[in-house]
């Protein structure tokens, strides 16, 4: 039944991919229709960060309820997994790059040297600089450091510790987020996905803010082990939370951005990663058909890579006079996913394969 959340994975970043792709098209036009649809992609970042903590709970569940979780073979295998097609989205992003220099030696020195270790993500000048998307990758580097210590602890709860901490690392993101648009601090509200200030970036970006949701997620993978029975209705929960999960995309760019932009939504995202994984529903199989488990897999490729190749073919549109509409956008879209899948295949995984291998034995 996890195959579904690798299908879900799909859905997931082809909403960012939209989001992005339709940032630069005019607001008017016969398509408003459909804008409110991606205005709220960024969320899918929120989706991620909780499937990040219930996975690899589930991934390392043996060795962590054994006792012998392997701290050292963990990070080389994290590491292989997220940093060589990362360094590809920055190397296909270099043209991008341009636009972030400010000729500022030492500001342009901190982008570029942040961004390539991966710590952008605490560094809110920074943390959207070169490849946009990879500012998460950063946050998740960060998140599978913290997992060492957190895992085992989170490994000793029961049911209800699962529900507590769920529910209190979802209290303390809604409360970092709301203490944001009271207090002001960047002096400027309502703030929304266009502006670029200091104490924004810090709250969307932070692995100290963000990886709360993580924390969430690591608590649900908790919480399944403790109860991965089938839910009752399960079928019937499922279509209530995607139908809710509809309604929060549609409606969200109408709501607190501050708070849409994190954690606002990631119970009902823990909700529809429980009910997937412990229940056989009409969804959880449709999500689980061999196509979407293939494009579901390429699902980090797509993350990013997409910005560097929307950004190509946004070049090449003008150069040949081609307006970027909904049409285009749609064919644009289907095409870089295509291209995604062999990026998956004959980079990412060969890439993971390697660096492993190089991993002395275990004594």
């Known amino acids: 039944m996890l195959q579904s959340l690798t299908g879900l994975r799909f859905f997931a970043a082809f909403h960012v991919l939209l989001f992005h792709a339709l940032a630069g098209v005019p607001a008017a036009g016969a398509y408003t229709w ?166 924004l970036n810090f709250l969307k970006y932070s692995p100290l803010v963000r990886g709360l949701e993580f924390v969430l997620g690591v608590c649900l993978g908790r919480l399944y082990l403790c109860r991965g029975e089938p839910v009752p209705r399960a079928g019937v929960w499922t279509g209530t939370v995607l139908g809710l999960l509809g309604i929060a995309v549609y409606t969200g760019s109408w709501l607190p951005y501050p708070l849409v932009h994190n954690a606002l939504y990631a119970p009902l995202f823990a ?45 090449v549109g003008r150069r040949l006079g081609v307006a970027w509409s909904l049409p285009v956008i749609g064919i644009v879209c289907v095409v870089i996913v295509g291209l995604t899948l062999p990026a998956h295949r004959f980079i990412e995984e060969p890439a993971r394969r390697f660096l492993r291998r190089q991993r002395p034995p275990r004594r």
């Not at 009910?275 to 979407?292: C, E, I, N, Q, Y």
């Not at 797509?302 to 190749?309: E, G, N, S, V």
């Open 271 to 315: 909700g529809l990663i429980y009910l997937l994984a412990t229940s056989d529903t009409a969804v959880g199989r449709a999500l689980s058909h061999p196509a979407l488990v293939a494009v579901g897999l390429s699902s980090y490729a797509l993350y990013i890579l997409h910005t560097p190749l929307l950004s190509l073919f946004s070049g």
């Open 34 to 199: 459909f804008r409110p649809v991606v205005a709220t992609g960024y969320i899918a970042v929120s989706f991620f960060f909780v499937l990040s903590g219930f996975i690899l709970v589930y991934a390392y569940r043996d060795p962590l309820e054994a006792g012998g979780f392997d701290r050292v073979g963990f990070s080389v295998a994290r590491w292989a997994r997220i940093y060589p097609l990362y360094l590809v989205g920055l190397l296909a992003s270099l043209p991008i790059l341009r636009g972030h220099l400010t000729g500022d030696l030492g500001h342009d020195a901190g982008l570029v040297g942040s961004i390539l270790l991966g710590v952008q993500a605490f560094f809110p000048p920074y943390a959207g600089g070169w490849n946009p998307p990879a500012w998460s990758v950063s946050a998740e580097l960060s998140f599978y450091f913290a997992f060492l210590w957190l895992a085992p602890r989170a490994m000793k709860l029961s049911a209800r510790g699962a529900v507590v901490g769920m529910a209190g690392a979802y209290a303390v993101a809604l409360l970092a987020s709301g203490a944001y648009i009271a207090l002001t601090p960047d002096g400027v509200y309502p703030v929304g996905p266009d502006h670029e200030l200091f104490w």
